[in-house]
């Protein structure tokens, strides 16, 4: 680690240096980690969306991939570089102690069938459902009915469509079917809500009508209504499309997420759809699941600043928390704010922790650190995983009066690179914390 200072007695500059990394700031501790369920395994499907030096994205699911990841093609086993972004692939993947999944298995889908409205379109391609297809003269085109004639250039963005493809040599899709749906069959649409109102929600840019004979459903095939559901949450809509082309959502079924990390801590802080322990807040949700000591389920309004909790974590695409499952270890006997955190507030009149910048970032972040108080105090500045261990100290000394600026390289204190991901960074003065920030880096 290394430190440049040019610190006066009343201003100091302190910079460490780290190539790039995954920022993320969440706990002060090593925190406990809970059984994970059912979610110890994924099985994803979909589009590669990015690809890393070791990892891609598929539905929004970062992969991590080893030596021992077997990657098959169409004609036999293939290399990580072999893969392209826009491939339709099957993914098996496993949970890791560091709360990442490693890819066991993937397989490139040579010969596909997707269903759904037209996202964009071009003079030799469409897009459907994230796939890129491209047409030649040997592309059939059919409508709702068989004796239908039609050509590539009677089809318009918006029009629903089943498009048989099949993979080629340079690793892009050819449509070698595309199917005019009928207006009245069923579509199926997974993604995140991007805009909700009192009659309809939007989803992959599709606005679909919601009215009282919508079924909504969270996990667990629990009855929910259109209000319980926030944007961001991820969903699976059953729709049929209207005479007017407009579509009518039969069914929302909102999507369990997977945890990223688990940790324990009080209850800091309580909004309408969100929850803060030790200072870290999360959304909360209709699928989040809430019980007490004898794990009965219990209402979010059950809870109270000051209660002892385990909380689950769910990183979502956005960078923001959701939290996907509370367990209360104690009820507070008393409200208002804990007295440690009467202690933060009054060390934060003094002691300023900025959020780092560039966020995302790669390769390297500042994290800005601003102090008013004349006295010399002790001060502690570290970097944590999303599973609580401590990554990186970035400072540990003295401050007093002046901004201070630490620059992390993205590297652990014994100088290893660390993966892409989310991180968090905690100012300690004393044994007090004052604030704990979350950082992202990309890779």
């Known amino acids: 680690m290394h430190y440049g200072s040019t610190a006066g007695r009343g201003s100091g500059i302190f910079r460490c240096f780290i190539p790039g990394a995954i920022l993320a700031l969440l706990v002060f501790f090593t925190l406990p980690v809970l059984p994970h369920d059912d979610d110890d395994e994924l099985e994803v499907e979909g589009v590669i969306q990015a690809l890393g030096s070791d990892y891609l994205m598929v539905n929004d699911y970062t992969l991590y991939v080893n030596n021992d990841t077997e990657i098959h093609g169409p004609d036999g086993d293939i ?6 972004v826009g491939q339709f692939v099957e993914v098996e993947a496993e949970l890791q102690p560091d709360s990442t999944y490693l890819a066991t298995e993937i397989e490139v889908e040579d010969d596909i069938e997707v269903e759904g409205p037209i996202e964009s379109i071009g003079p030799d391609s469409l897009v459907v459902q994230s796939v890129v297809f491209y047409v030649d003269s040997t592309t059939e085109v059919r409508g709702h009915e068989d004796h239908d004639s039609l050509t590539f250039d009677d089809l318009e963005v918006g029009d629903y469509v089943e498009v048989h493809g099949y993979l080629q040599p340079d690793g892009r899709y050819k449509a070698s079917r595309i199917e005019l749906e009928d207006p009245h069959s069923k579509i199926k649409v997974r993604g995140r809500i991007q805009a909700i109102d009192s009659s309809s929600v939007m989803v992959k840019n599709q606005v679909f009508l919601v009215d009282s004979t919508t079924r909504i459903e969270a996990p667990h095939d629990k ?15 059953k729709a049929i499309l209207l005479p007017d082309s407009s579509l009518f959502a039969t069914r929302i079924k909102l999507k369990k997420e997977h945890t990223d990390t688990t940790f324990e801590g009080r209850i800091t802080a309580l909004g309408d759809h969100s929850v803060s322990v030790n200072g870290i807040s999360a959304i909360v949700n209709a699928a989040t699941r809430i019980r007490d000591m004898h794990e009965e389920d219990i209402p979010f309004s059950s809870l109270s600043v000051g209660d002892s909790v385990h909380i689950r974590i769910a990183v979502r695409p956005d960078s923001s928390l959701l939290a996907t499952r509370i367990i209360v270890r104690e009820f507070s006997s008393f409200t208002g704010i804990p007295e440690n ?4 507030q009054s060390l934060a009149k003094h002691f300023k922790l900025g959020q780092n910048f560039p966020n995302p970032f790669n390769p390297s972040t500042t994290v800005p650190v601003t102090v008013t108080s004349p006295q010399w105090q002790k001060v502690d500045l570290v970097v944590f995983n999303l599973v609580g261990q401590q990554v990186r100290t970035l400072f540990n000394g003295q401050l007093n009066e002046g901004t201070y600026s630490f620059v992390w390289d993205g590297k652990t204190d014994k100088g290893e690179l660390v993966p892409s991901g989310i991180y968090f960074y905690q100012l300690k003065v004393g044994n007090q914390v004052v604030k704990t920030r979350r950082m992202l880096l990309v890779k």
Do not use: R
């Not at 955190?341 to 933060?344: A, F, G, P």
């Open 223 to 237: 009855h929910i209504h259109l209000s319980d559901l926030l944007v961001g949450d991820s969903v699976e809509v």
């Open 79 to 84: 290399d990580f570089s072999d893969l392209q």
């Open 341 to 344: 955190d009467l202690s933060n």
